[in-house]
């Protein structure tokens, strides 16, 4: 195998390419320790040697590091290292080293989206981000079923009270604006009809 083209990333790193394809980034003080260079020869032991001792290592901690700052799925981290050049049977091993330690998690991630963030989104709303995110219908499915119903009429008039909203005197643009609001937040227009106008009548 040869070194084809080794091109910077910025003043620290270089992008190594063997045999035309691209192989791994490495930091300039790497790539002088292995003496990694065009046109230059790499053995099989030298090129697994970097992969195991310096990329997979780079990427596991990269992981540990992004865990440390706030709970996230397999799918976010596989953007991450993604975006971060790593090769993908790299950022496979890495995943599953923090999987192997239960770092990562996406059932309790889930569970724990849908209790924080329960009492202010809908469902559909819960869903729709936990689906960003990667996590998979069974995963959030789960989720729901272990934690409490969401009662999507009480959020409504939790919006009502927060919101201020006057649903007495209020005129037609400002019906719209507040639906709109709520909509947008996955709450079903029939949910706020049917909440604005119980509310009203209870003011009457």
């Not at 099989?44 to 990427?59: D, F, G, P």
């Not at 960003?132 to 009502?160: H, L, M, Y």
Request: net charge neutral; proline share 1%.
């Amino acid at each position: 195998m040869y070194i084809t083209l080794v091109e910077p990333v910025n003043s620290k790193k270089q992008r190594v390419y063997i045999d035309h394809e691209f192989a791994f980034i490495l930091y300039n003080r790497e790539l002088a320790l292995y003496h990694i260079r065009e046109g230059a020869e790499i053995s099989e032991e030298q090129y697994s040697k970097i992969l195991e001792e310096i990329v997979l290592r780079r990427a596991k901690l990269r992981c540990l590091n992004l865990l440390k700052t706030m709970d996230r799925t397999e799918f976010e981290l596989r953007q991450k290292l993604s975006q971060g050049e790593y090769p993908a049977d790299i950022i496979e091993q890495a995943i599953s080293y923090v999987k192997g330690y239960h770092y990562v998690d996406d059932e309790r991630y889930a569970r724990q989206y849908v209790e924080c963030f329960s009492e202010k989104k809908s469902r559909h709303q819960l869903e729709q981000e936990l689906r960003k995110r990667g996590v998979s219908r069974a995963n959030t499915e789960k989720a729901f079923e272990e934690i409490a119903p969401i009662d999507e009429c009480r959020q409504i008039r939790k919006w009502i009270e927060k919101k201020r909203f006057d649903v007495r005197n209020a005129d037609q643009k400002e019906y719209q604006k507040f639906y709109a609001f709520l909509m947008r937040r996955g709450f079903s227009f029939e949910s706020i009809r049917r909440v604005c106008e119980e509310e009203k009548n209870q003011v009457e």
